[in-house]
């Protein structure tokens, strides 16, 4: 050991040309006790070549030995050499003591290659073998997290907080939480984010706290948590769009605002940002910062669909056609066709008493919006205006026939009738 440990202190001491000339000497002299400690030494401080030849060298004369290939396979794993991975682990023998963890690695690297049901068999295998280990029970968890399993997950992690609540580094009552929230378990799920904020405080937790009780609808506590989050990290992204949304909830729009206004100062390219800050301008009558903060969402992102629509409805609303145009002409431009750009764009030509255009529209958009209420008034009387009477009256007839209560359409309908 006096020679491993001053090989050691060497590299600690960044000697690394002496410890070389120790290490040479053991891989090449030493017994195969040296040669297997000095090998786990160098693999935890990432020599790993030199450790992976010392494993290879005591590979020679224990062959079946299954320390040695895991070990082996540990080196391949961080090397990036999957395969040479697998082809040792499938060496070992299932009375070896090493067999479950030989298991356990291989399911990481079938996780890793995207083959949830080869890493699943593995596990289970592992599980029947050693069925009270929790670490199994945990990676079960981790992999049906991975999945979307959200109740296989939570049976897993319940198995391992029956044991521990750290594993492996994570907190088991923060996994819990988020397998629960995911599953749609809002409220069950914030006692372990409680637990685990009182654990540790760590940013991610405190946001998915924040965002959980944000999707059971507790908008007090969301806006409490995201609040407590920005004052610890104000470039947490995330936190900005539904801190805002949690506010508007509570009816506080300009607080809610005044938080896409902050977030935008970090995020000055989030098309999100600028879209629901543009939707809250409308609601507080700003219609200029409304435009302002929309357009800028268009820029970001052409194909924004549901921007284009809420600013055409601000601009249908000020009368500016010509200006609805030119924002169907920008989705036009990208190949874009969306029903409902098409009634905008109808409705502005008709404005503009560019009626033929106008019906052009309409009848594009008809197929796709036949059973929208709004839109089939827009068309009817606008074919009545045009002295379609036919074509109007099978408008209105199915107009009635979704609202057989609207006297409106019924005398309307007679005397196109007579």
């Known amino acids: 050991m006096d020679k491993i440990n001053n090989i050691i202190t060497l590299l600690e001491n960044g000697q690394h040309e002496e410890a070389f000339q120790g290490y040479t000497q053991i891989l090449a002299d030493g017994t195969n006790d040296?040669?297997?400690?000095?090998?786990?030494?160098?693999?935890?401080?990432?020599?790993?070549?030199?450790?992976?030849?010392?494993?290879?060298?005591?590979?020679?004369?224990?062959?079946?030995?299954?320390?040695?290939?895991?070990?082996?396979?540990?080196?391949?794993?961080e090397q990036g050499e999957e395969d040479e991975a697998l082809e040792l682990l499938s060496k070992i023998r299932e009375d070896d003591p090493t067999y479950p963890q030989s298991l356990l690695l291989q399911a990481d690297l079938y996780l890793m290659e995207g083959l949830f049901e080869v890493?699943?068999?593995?596990?289970?295998?592992?599980?029947?073998?050693?069925?009270?280990?929790?670490?199994?029970?945990?990676?079960?968890?981790?992999?049906?997290?991975?999945?979307?399993?959200?109740?296989?997950?939570?049976?897993?992690?319940?198995?391992?907080?029956?044991?521990?609540?750290?594993?492996?580094g994570v907190n088991i009552h923060q996994r819990l939480g988020d397998a629960l929230s995911a599953g749609?378990?809002?409220?069950?799920?914030?006692p372990h984010y409680e637990q685990a904020l009182n654990d540790s405080l760590e940013i991610n937790t405190l946001f998915q706290y924040g965002f959980t009780a944000f999707q059971a609808g507790m908008n007090k506590t969301a806006i409490e948590k995201f609040t407590e989050l920005k004052e610890l990290d104000p470039e947490y992204h995330s936190l900005y769009l539904y801190l805002a949304k949690a506010y508007e909830r509570e009816e506080e729009l300009d607080k809610g605002f005044s938080v896409i206004q902050e977030g935008l100062r970090f995020d000055e390219y989030n098309k999100e940002l600028y879209f629901y800050g543009g939707k809250l301008a409308l609601k507080l009558h700003q219609e200029e910062s409304a435009e302002k903060l929309l357009r800028q969402a268009l820029a970001l992102d052409p194909e924004f669909i549901e921007a284009g629509l809420t600013i055409n409805k601000l601009l249908l609303h000020q009368e500016r056609y010509e200006d609805v145009i030119e924002i169907i002409e920008i989705f036009a431009a990208n190949g874009i066709e969306e029903p409902h750009l098409l009634w905008d764009e109808a409705v502005a030509l008709q404005h503009l008493e560019k009626y033929s255009h106008a019906l052009n529209k309409y009848q594009l958009a008809y197929n796709s919006l036949k059973n929208d209420t709004d839109f089939l008034s827009d068309y009817g009387y606008f074919l009545l205006e045009e002295g379609k009477r036919e074509e109007a009256a099978e408008v209105f007839n199915k107009l009635l026939k979704q609202d057989s209560t609207n006297t409106e359409y019924e005398e309307l309908l007679q005397r196109l009738k007579y």
Do not use: C, H, M, W
């Open 184 to 190: 749609g378990a809002f409220e069950e799920a914030l």
């Open 34 to 77: 040296e040669r297997f400690i000095l090998a786990e030494e160098l693999f935890q401080y990432g020599f790993l070549e030199e450790a992976k030849k010392l494993f290879e060298r005591l590979l020679e004369a224990y062959p079946k030995e299954g320390e040695i290939l895991v070990s082996l396979a540990e080196i391949f794993v």
């Open 119 to 168: 890493s699943e068999q593995k596990l289970l295998k592992a599980k029947a073998t050693l069925p009270d280990e929790v670490i199994i029970d945990f990676a079960l968890g981790e992999l049906y997290l991975e999945q979307g399993r959200f109740i296989e997950a939570i049976r897993s992690y319940e198995n391992v907080l029956a044991t521990a609540e750290v594993l492996a």
